[in-house]
């Protein structure tokens, strides 16, 4: 699976992955939320932070054990709308935009503070941590705002016309790692290291400008069989 993913997603990424491209079957993630489980043992002994409170809107439990659970901003969201789109039938060649949620998760009673996660990709993070890295990142835009987690590459990945699940584990990013350092949090270096688990379920609906596209080649087939009948 692992290397299987790596080689997609690098001749994807030769290709413009991140530009994307929106055919007739393209979906739009719409909905559903992302659960979170997250080591917090590790965390305390390893870099010092301590879990305190999670934010109202955080819901809990999560769909996995042990988890909290952020929700996913629809597309027509007034702030950070999401814009993740995907063909089912080809979800490594076609995957584009982002995963936004709400929700904030407190440490070190409530001085340290994360949130309001993007779920985005950036090819040039693909295969590095000992090529575990799918290329695939968890940033934080409140609070911390900085990547925190690059995904490991993942274990369930189910990619429908209505429905999308990605599951895998979380790994320390560089940046949250240099972040923790420089803050006299981390007693190591934590980058890279295994510190929870991630599941994303979310809902899809046709891409709007594919189901556009979809009506139009409708109403042309309308009109063309009207001509014929006349």
């Known amino acids: 699976m692992r290397s299987r993913f790596l080689t997609a997603v ?3 990424a030769t290709v413009g992955l991140t530009a994307g491209t ?6 739009t993630v719409n909905g559903g939320a992302t659960s979170v489980a997250l080591d917090t043992d590790t965390l305390s002994s390893a870099a010092s932070l301590d879990l305190s409170s999670v934010s109202n809107d955080v819901i809990s439990p999560g ?3 042990g988890s909290v659970a952020f929700a996913i901003n629809a597309p027509d969201a007034p702030s950070l709308p999401t814009t993740f789109m995907y063909d089912p039938a080809d979800f490594l ?3 584009s935009g982002s995963i936004e949620h709400q929700g904030s998760v407190f440490f070190n009673s409530d001085t340290v503070e994360v949130g ?3 779920i985005g990709f950036d090819a040039n993070r693909a295969g590095t941590l000992n ?3 799918s290329g695939f990142f968890v940033a ?4 911390i705002q900085a990547i925190l987690f690059d995904i490991e590459n993942p274990s369930t990945l189910n990619a429908a016309s209505e429905s999308l699940q990605i599951g895998a584990n979380l790994l320390v990013s560089p940046e949250f790692a240099g972040f923790l350092t420089s803050n006299s949090l981390a007693s190591v270096d934590l980058s890279g290291a295994d510190v929870g688990d991630a599941q994303v379920n979310a809902t899809a609906i046709p891409t709007p400008t594919a189901a556009a596209g979809i009506l139009v080649g409708l109403g042309l087939m309308a009109l063309r069989r009207q ?3 006349a």
């Open 10 to 12: 690098a001749a994807a």
């Open 227 to 229: 001509r014929q009948a």
């Open 63 to 65: 769909a996995i054990p």
């Open 140 to 143: 934080s835009n409140v609070g």
């Open 131 to 133: 090529g575990l890295a």
């Open 93 to 95: 060649g076609s995957f």
């Open 22 to 27: 929106v055919s007739a079957a393209s979906v």
């Open 116 to 118: 309001d996660f993007t």
